[in-house]
């Protein structure tokens, strides 16, 4: 990892890590050599130039807080309690135990979780070596219960995935998105300001919920609950119908749009209108501004990726901004480049393609759907899953049913979480391995969506790791070894060229990949052990970066070369010094507007997509949507909050305010039911009952009510705060082609309490503790 050299009172650059945009930041670091004193946005940083939201001024909390962490690698006893082992012992048994699995049901058997959450992915790339090793073939990660029906449909439709330029387009249009909390591109809450001011610019906002985005909006379409699919089908309807699309642009550049525009042709507006609870005037409005505009972004997000017809959704989003010309131009829909190939999918047809084993489910992108995993090891079936090995994720607590995936995670014969703290997951494994925080060794992001300038930030340490732990790049090339698919004789002869010089050792590990082809898969830990011990500053775990620079220099020359690394081998050795080297993050691509057609190949964009198509085509013919009578309220659980991000940090002193999680609801619902703000109510879902904490307002439509993410973790004091919301969550309620939840749309009841049962309610999980009372 090395040492940082930080001085007390020395300010050092890093990034956020609480969503995908990975802001820059610098943090004044304490007199202790530890404490984050102070933290502000970096204004040198090439993406976010400066911006910071209030989330980020908090991560003393991560780094410091409450948040029960390991520093030494632990073993369960045979009486459920944890002892301190080292690392070669546990190295050793965790190693062994894999392999005898392995021999006994097959490494097919051994199931990979996580890789890393927004903002820590350098340690997964090194995952696919263990994989390979011990012979998995199955994984899963957090995109797959948010971003694959997504995926999925890229495919299908462009081959590719696809961003969306909001800083510079005419009109926004988010769908189940608020940027101002959950941001998404870079300045998101700046952007968004800048459109609302500008008379020539538009945004509508597609969102049940009256969000800090959806006040800054235009047109805010507040539809039903759950009716996503109806309103989208009637926005691109309307485009068809009053004669809106581009017809030249998609004779151009699109195939299957007669089969579209005449399943568009035959939508009636006003019933889906109807259906949706949005005035039809508006949704025509909404239309005719799409259509006129000289550029339209579009982005989707989890409040209609985590609900009902959420792949449908993607589609019928996608037909809009297609049947209107957004692609490949200044305000539009882009196609990036990228270092790792994340978003990706073959696009097989529904029910072709790659399945999990047990449940049958698709597979996207390589990723088994989170709501099956339960499903694959809680069965007699000799394909069952038998081992997980988790990295930097905690399914115990992310995953919908957590009572059914803690009964998952017991019935496995073997758990091994890799992980800074002793997460809900970590409580239940047979090994825990401790590994830095992102602050203590070289971390980075994939997420690198930005165009026209690409950025990429291999972040250095702040602060020293303390002994004990070891950074995962370390960790998986050391269970490598142990199962004995590297050694020294692999890597003798590399190390002695990289010892004359990067042209060298890129010839001698070409060379060898090209005799040996079985060590591709096992290429991160040979450049980690290997190139890596020849870096800079500590940076081996950049090593598997280096072959990454290479190829995104091959795949993208002209973006690369107007970046300023020249071309050729030089331009990767350039594009990799300069990511190796640069503690506040690198442009590595400077591309024009029109690569996106470069990237595409070619490639025409399918608008008909057969599966989708036909269930658009069917939507007059379902049963009409509405509240179930023992399920009056819909529930989203995991509402994005000013205080809410993802669950690394522990510690709920972090929050300034709203330290239980309340459950928001509407003021007519509040009233009927008698109840006031502060007040305590039952919420029951079919898996679960907890109380909370109730906040009426007029921000919900009557009927819908919602708890925020990031809520019911245990921190290291073992106190818990507010709900955990996948306590109240349902497995099989999933969507029918990418298998992603529906949290957003869980069916739920909400009951005023007595005053007599006030008193009792922390016995029952604390504040806000979900009780988990009905399975």
């Known amino acids: 990892m090395g040492k940082t050299g930080a001085a007390a009172g020395e300010w050092r650059p890093s990034a956020c890590i609480l969503c995908e945009c990975n802001c820059g930041i610098e943090i004044l670091v304490g007199a202790d050599g530890r404490t984050f004193d102070k933290i502000r946005g970096d204004r040198a940083h090439p993406a976010s130039q400066g911006y910071t939201c209030n989330k980020a001024l908090r991560l003393d909390h991560y780094q410091n807080g409450r948040s029960g962490r390991i520093t030494r690698p632990l073993r369960r006893r045979a009486d459920g309690t944890f002892e301190e082992i080292g690392w070669d012992t546990a190295i050793a048994e965790i190693a062994a135990r894999l392999q005898e699995i392995g021999a006994t049901h097959g490494g097919q058997s051994i199931f990979y979780y996580g890789g890393g959450g927004q903002g820590n992915h350098l340690g997964g790339a090194y995952a696919p070596a263990t994989m390979h090793a011990f012979g998995m073939r199955y994984r899963s990660s957090a995109l797959a219960q948010e971003k694959t029906g997504e995926f999925w449909v890229n495919a299908r439709m462009l081959g590719l995935p696809n961003r969306a330029d909001v800083e510079h387009c005419e009109v926004a249009l988010f769908v189940g998105k608020n940027p101002y909390q959950s941001h998404g591109f870079p300045r998101a809450r700046s952007v968004l300001k800048e459109i609302a001011k500008d008379p020539e610019r538009s945004m509508i906002v597609i969102d049940p919920v009256r969000t800090e985005t959806a006040e800054l909006a235009d047109f805010h379409l507040r539809v039903r609950p759950g009716t996503d699919l109806y309103l989208l089908t009637a926005l691109a309807a ?41 005035d039809e005037d508006l949704v025509r409005a909404a239309a005719r501004r799409l259509a006129a505009a000289s550029s339209v972004a579009v982005l989707e997000d989890l409040g209609v990726q985590m609900n009902r017809d959420s792949t449908v959704v993607s589609y019928v989003e996608k037909l809009i901004w297609l049947l209107t010309g957004n692609l490949g131009k200044r305000g539009a829909q ?54 997980m090995l988790v990295e930097s994720a905690n399914p115990a607590h992310s995953l919908a049913d957590s009572a059914a995936m803690r009964a998952a995670l017991e019935a496995l014969e073997l758990v091994v979480v890799i992980d800074v703290a002793m997460t809900e997951t970590a409580r239940l494994a047979d090994y825990v ?189 379902r049963p009409r949507p509405g509240p179930q009578a023992d399920w009056p309220f819909v529930l989203s659980a995991g509402e994005r909050r000013a ?80 709900v955990a919301p996948n306590e109240l969550t349902a497995a099989e309620d999933r969507d029918a082609f990418a298998g992603t939840p529906w949290h957003k749309h869980v069916p739920a ?9 006030l008193s009792a309610a922390g016995a029952r999980g604390g504040v806000g503790g979900a009780a988990g009372e009905a399975r």
């Open 238 to 278: 309307v485009l068809v119908q009053e004669g809106l699309i581009a017809d030249g642009w998609l004779a151009e550049h699109a195939d299957g749009v007669a089969a579209v525009t005449a399943v568009l042709a035959a939508v009636d507006v006003a019933d889906c209108c109807g259906i949706a609870d949005v």
């Open 334 to 387: 882009y196609v990036f480049s990228a270092l790792a190939p994340i978003g990706r999918d073959r696009g097989h047809p529904a029910g072709e393609g790659p399945r999990s084993p047990v449940a049958g489910a698709q597979i996207i992108g390589g990723l088994v759907p989170c709501n099956v995993i339960a499903e694959e090891i809680l069965t007699d079936h000799p394909d069952r899953y038998r081992a």
């Open 433 to 621: 391995l401790p590994a830095p925080t992102q602050y203590e060794k070289h971390e980075a992001t994939f997420f690198n969506f930005d165009f026209p300038r690409n950025i990429f930030h291999l972040r250095h340490p702040v602060v020293d790791a303390p002994d004990g732990v070891l950074p995962e790049p370390e960790i998986h090339a050391r269970l490598v070894e142990a199962a004995g698919a590297l050694g020294e004789d692999d890597y003798a002869p590399l190390r002695e060229a990289a010892a004359r010089g990067r042209q060298a050792f890129a010839e001698a590990f070409l060379t060898t990949l090209a005799e040996r082809p079985d060590l591709a898969r096992l290429g991160a830990v040979l450049l980690y052990r290997t190139l890596g011990p020849t870096l800079p500053d500590g940076a081996a775990s950049a090593a598997a970066l280096w072959a990454a620079a290479h190829k995104c220099a091959q795949s993208n020359p002209d973006g690369v070369r107007r970046a300023g690394y020249g071309e050729g081998f030089e331009a990767g050795e350039r594009l990799f010094d300069a990511i190796v080297s640069g503690p506040r993050g690198v442009v590595i691509t400077d591309d024009e507007y029109d690569e996106t057609w470069r990237r595409l190949g070619g490639r025409r964009i399918r608008l008909d997509v057969p599966e989708l198509l036909g269930e658009v085509a069917r939507l007059a013919d």
């Open 643 to 722: 205080f809410t991000a993802n669950t690394i940090i522990r510690d709920p002193g972090w929050r300034r305010r709203d330290a239980a999680g309340t459950l928001r609801m509407n003021e007519a619902d509040a009233a009927r039911l008698g109840v006031a703000a502060g007040d305590r109510v039952r919420l029951t879902t079919r898996r679960g009952s907890t109380e909370v904490t109730v906040d009426p307002t007029d921000r919900m439509r009557p009927g819908h009510v919602s708890l925020p993410n990031g809520f019911g973790l245990s921190d290291g004091e073992g106190q818990t705060a507010g």
């Open 749 to 757: 009841r909400v009951e005023a309490l007595p005053v007599d049962s």
